[in-house]
């Protein structure tokens, strides 16, 4: 199963661009990236899916390189309702699209 | 479209009782999945079901804790006896299967379950 690693938590003011990478060094071929928010005493809530290069929709862009071992998660101009926590995982096609969560990154967005 | 439901949204209950938490998935959503969620552990997978089977359950932790799925429209985790530690919230989440695209997972908004 691929294991993500990513940064436990980060700090951000509003208006700014960030940028949350995550490591999945043994994702496997039919593996998709796939992120997701979490709200306080709330169910995660899909982002963003990709396979390779760049996906983009009208929340974020996530950015694979080539080699997909890492994976680039782009919040443009954050706001204080960004804060949350973002979790990176690979979702495994051939076993129903099971999902396989890691600790996540707490994001914390200032004023 | 409802979303997917769950019941309760809290639970108390104390050690030793038997607990069952529900979830309705999204009408025409195929695959059916449970998670709970610790600060100690994060969210773990317990069991998923697709079209009403149970295809995964190597996440349930042990014997007291059951999945059933009688029909594409409700789901049932159960806990007998129910433990301190079993105190988690739990997620269920449905997911449709397109073929040849990979659609995403809609989380209900949890059960909060305290075992005194």
């Known amino acids: 199963l691929a294991k993500t690693t990513q940064p436990i938590s980060m700090d951000s003011y509003e208006g700014q661009e960030v940028n949350i990478t995550c490591s999945h060094n043994?994702?496997?071929?039919?593996?998709?990236i796939t992120w997701y928010q979490q709200f306080p005493s709330q169910g995660p809530r899909f982002i963003i899916q990709?396979?390779?290069t760049k996906v983009t929709n009208e929340v974020a862009s996530l950015f694979i390189p080539a080699d997909r071992k890492s994976s680039t998660l782009s919040l443009p101009r954050v706001s204080l309702s960004d804060t949350a926590v973002y979790y990176c995982?690979?979702?495994?096609?051939?076993?129903?699209?099971?999902?396989?969560f890691g600790q996540g990154t707490e994001l914390s967005v200032k004023p | 479209d409802a979303g997917v439901i769950q019941s309760p949204r809290h639970e108390v209950t104390e050690m030793g009782q038997e607990v069952t938490l529900r979830c309705k998935p999204i009408s025409g959503h195929d695959y059916l999945f449970w998670y709970r969620q610790t600060m100690m552990r994060g969210l773990e997978l317990l069991i998923y079901f697709n079209n009403n089977v149970p295809i995964d359950d190597s996440g349930m932790p042990e014997d007291r804790f059951s999945a059933k799925m009688p029909n594409a429209s409700f789901s049932t985790l159960k806990i007998q006896p129910s433990e301190p530690r079993d105190s988690a919230v739990y997620f269920c989440?449905?997911?449709?299967?397109?073929?040849?695209?990979?659609?995403?997972?809609?989380f209900g908004p949890g059960t909060r379950l305290t075992v005194l």
């Open positions: 989440a449905s997911r449709a299967q397109r073929a040849g695209f990979m659609d995403t997972q809609y």
């Open positions: 995982l690979a979702i495994i096609y051939n076993q129903g699209g099971k999902l396989i």
């Open positions: 990709g396979y390779k």
């Open positions: 043994n994702i496997a071929t039919n593996d998709y």
